[in-house]
């Protein structure tokens, strides 16, 4: 545990990210374990507005593809209802970033201004007024499916096949970008009845 105390389970299931799993791992000798590949993972700024426009763009999500707009993502939470009327939208802009990039690391006040000007930039909104905001920052966010991504991830589990009480599910147990939270809920009910099979059958109906 990350106060050093041991506990002991019959069996692991593992959702967090691989390498922070083989961080935590040590080999019978108790010495830490080398991770045989690394994983390259985008980080997420989220600011979150409250805000008044006289028009915008039609669309629950749009995505920005432009080297010249740092924004990659808004989503109008108001669209989901488009026929509601409503006295103000919630917009969720996102801006996909490193760690490094000078904009992680920007402090709110800094944000807020850099996303205003991003944000007349993709011509969207007509008369957009901001009236509030809250920002959070996911460290990374998404992982980069890049070329190595595929040949990283066998190396990375591969380490862990010693491990034989040690189930990995979840997004970092999938190759696919676009794996959204009803795959997390599928999966772990396939691996829920792949254990129970293995170690409570009579759990199990009848039939
Ligand atoms: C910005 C963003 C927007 C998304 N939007 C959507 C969407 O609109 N619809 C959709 O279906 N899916 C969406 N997804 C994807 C969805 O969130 C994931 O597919 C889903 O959450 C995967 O579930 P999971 O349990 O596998 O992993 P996660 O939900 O990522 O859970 C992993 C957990 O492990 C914890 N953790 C990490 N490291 C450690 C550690 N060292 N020790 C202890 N705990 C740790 C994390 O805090 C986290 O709670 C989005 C993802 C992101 C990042």
């Known amino acids: 545990m990350a106060d050093g105390t041991t ?32 994983m390259n993972f985008r980080s997420d700024i989220l600011v ?5 426009f006289d028009q915008a763009a039609e669309g629950q999500c749009i995505y920005i593809y432009s080297d010249l707009i740092k924004i990659t993502r808004i ?42 000007q991003e944000i007349k930039k993709t011509n969207l909104y007509i008369n957009l007024n901001v009236i ?8 990374d966010a998404f992982q980069i499916p890049d070329l190595d991504l595929e ?16 189930y990995i599910t979840g997004r970092i147990a999938s190759l696919h970008f676009n794996y959204g939270m009803e795959n997390a809920i599928e999966d772990g009910i396939i691996l829920a009845e792949e254990i129970t099979k293995k170690y409570r059958t009579d759990l199990l109906p009848s039939d």
């Open 7 to 38: 506990k002991e389970y019959d069996l692991i299931i593992c959702t967090i990210p691989v390498l922070s799993l083989i961080g935590l791992l040590k080999t019978q000798e108790g010495l830490s374990i080398i991770p045989h590949a690394a």
């Open 48 to 52: 979150y507005l409250k805000v008044h």
């Open 75 to 116: 989503t109008n939470f108001n669209e989901f209802k488009p026929d509601e009327s409503d006295t103000f939208n919630i917009l969720l802009v996102e801006i996909w970033c490193d760690k490094t990039d000078l904009i992680w690391n920007y402090g709110d006040s800094d944000l807020m201004l850099f996303l205003e």
């Open 132 to 139: 509030d905001h809250t920002i959070k920052k996911v460290a």
């Open 151 to 166: 040949d990283s991830r066998t190396k990375l589990l591969d380490q862990l096949v010693g491990f034989r009480n040690l």
